[in-house]
């Protein structure tokens, strides 16, 4: 509620960012990826690659955007790739009623079951071409629940990152680089899953020279000043707007 929110804040507010993309015709998410351009291209880490980055943010659902170093925003590839942490941290509500497997321990101990892996990548939303989005209910738990519960987790963790690796085959050249974003990156089972899955570094947030645990917060502030000043936050190959389009709603406050 953009209204109370002002009123409360006694500031402007910018808020409801997806409508206007939705209502074009787009997919409304995700809105990151101009954030992680604007990151990629002002870091040293990364500027001084020469090569493409594939930012990986890992919440309850695994995105990827991949830019290329010097890029224009409208070069900008961005899509959900798979669960992320959503099927791991269900996993355990449902087995040990808790929200995570803390540090990836329990899945670090267990078996990957490749059979069942490989059953679970032949889900259709994999095959699709980006732009694409999706919900952690997308993904289900019901190939896994006879495993016990260690193993069960492994092979959740393996899945999220041959989600991502599956995930490659959409991307116009190698990453030389994968940072990755999000509470997944403090699991050092996913961590370990991704390094073992993708050909390139993968490095958590903070190793690149960024805030992780502030991206979220910084991207909504980026995205209001883009959207002040009506540059674009949406694009065909990030949301599927037709064209590069701009959003957000002001609310002034005043006394």
Sequence with gaps: DGA????????DVVFDFRSADVAAGGEGAPLAPIYH???????????????????????GVANIT?????????????????????????????????????DGALARSGKVHTDILRTMLLNPFLRRTPPKSLDRYDFKLEAVLKLPLSDGAATLTA?????????????????????????????????EALAKALDAPVVAAEEAGWRGDDIEAECFAYLAVRSLKRLPISFPKTTHAPHAMTGGVLRRWRP
Excluded at 78 to 99: R, S
Aim: proline share 7%.
């Design 4 to 11: 109370q929110l002002a009123a409360q804040t006694k500031i």
């Design 37 to 59: 351009w604007a990151l990629v291209n002002a870091s040293d880490y990364t500027r001084g690659l020469g090569g493409p980055v594939a930012v990986l943010n890992l919440g």
């Design 66 to 102: 991949y830019v290329s170093i010097g890029g224009q925003p409208t070069d900008l590839i961005a899509f959900d790739c798979g669960p992320g942490n959503g099927l791991i941290d269900e996993w355990m509500q449902i087995k040990t009623g808790l929200h995570m497997d803390e």
């Design 159 to 191: 899945f999220t990152a041959a989600c991502v690796r599956a995930s490659e085959k959409f991307l116009p050249a190698p990453p030389a680089l994968w940072v990755v974003c999000g509470g997944g990156r403090r699991n050092p089972a996913i961590m």
